[in-house]
């Protein structure tokens, strides 16, 4: 993979980059076509990476449709798809490991101690092998789109990351390979994250600028759905993570959830045109 991308960097060829775990949907397919429209060349990386599990979560089951992510990509007209196996990327002398620092342990990182260090160290792997200029990611998981940008900025990495709006089913619910594990009834349900980080996004438009207010007010719509436990709600500075002394556009409010055993993840930026 790393001969072939060098190969197409010294002809002159732009790269971007768009890192998967496979089982491919609509999120996925406009990272690629966003990509597609800026490169020459289009990589999709496609590996369900086990550093960024934590053992008690879905690594075993994760779903792995290789043959129609393949099919899939074919379509959509990607240059290489690099499906490595798991020892190929931590062959048994693997030692090093990316060290995400304080951003990782909140959020996310509080309920998937691991998680981030796990993501990071595949990713500048990833890079290494693949030489995108861009990178993609999806808005869904915004706090990985502010560690990957943390690690190029810490460690000098030549890429671009390129954040991409999240992608939703037509009632709200953010697309994700996690939806499968959904049973139909809390299928019904999983929207009301989508209906309540949109309520408090409208909140802000309309003039309330304290996080605190804006949280209860997405909690407060979030105890309205039966069966669903609240994780955390926040309204965070989309670099440091912190909560702002008053939100300001561009800020972000991220919602975790569980639906049963599924947990869901979602965010709305506020300010922002798109909702
Ligand atoms: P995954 O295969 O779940 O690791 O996701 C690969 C990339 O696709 C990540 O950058 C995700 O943030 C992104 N992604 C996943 N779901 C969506 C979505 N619904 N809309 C946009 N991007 C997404």
Do not use: C
Not at 41 to 62: C, K, L, S
């Amino acid at each position: 993979m790393q001969e072939q991308a060098v190969a197409w960097r010294h002809a002159g060829d732009e790269i971007g980059v768009v890192p998967t775990m496979g089982a491919l949907h609509a999120g996925h397919d406009s990272l690629v076509a966003r990509a597609r429209r800026e490169n020459q060349r289009v990589i999709v990386t496609v590996f369900v990476n086990p550093a960024q599990f934590g053992p008690n979560e879905d690594f075993a089951r994760y779903p792995r449709p290789f043959d129609q992510d393949r099919a899939r990509l074919e379509a959509l007209g990607v240059d290489a798809i690099f499906h490595p196996a798991v020892d190929q990327i931590y062959p048994p002398a693997f030692k090093t490991r990316v060290d995400p620092g304080p951003l990782a342990e909140v959020l996310e990182g509080k309920s998937r101690p691991g998680h981030f260090a796990g993501v990071l160290t595949v990713v500048l792997k990833l890079f290494n092998l693949t030489q995108p200029k861009r990178a993609y990611f999806g808005q869904k998981d915004f706090q990985q789109v502010v560690l990957v940008r943390q690690l190029v900025r810490d460690f000098g990495l030549p890429v671009r990351i390129v954040a991409v709006p999240t992608v939703r089913h037509t009632d709200g619910l953010a697309i994700s390979s996690r939806n499968a594990y959904l049973d139909p009834g809390q299928r019904q349900l999983a929207p009301a994250v989508h209906h309540a980080i949109t309520e408090a996004a409208h909140g802000f438009a309309g003039g309330e600028t304290d996080p605190v207010r804006l949280e209860a007010l997405t909690r407060e719509r979030l105890a309205a759905t039966p069966g669903l436990v609240l994780d955390y709600v926040a309204v965070v500075d989309d670099t440091t993570l912190s909560r702002p002394a008053h939100a300001i556009p561009g800020n972000v409010l991220a919602v975790a959830v569980k639906l049963g055993s599924i947990r869901l993840i979602d965010n709305v930026v506020l300010g922002a045109e798109r909702l």
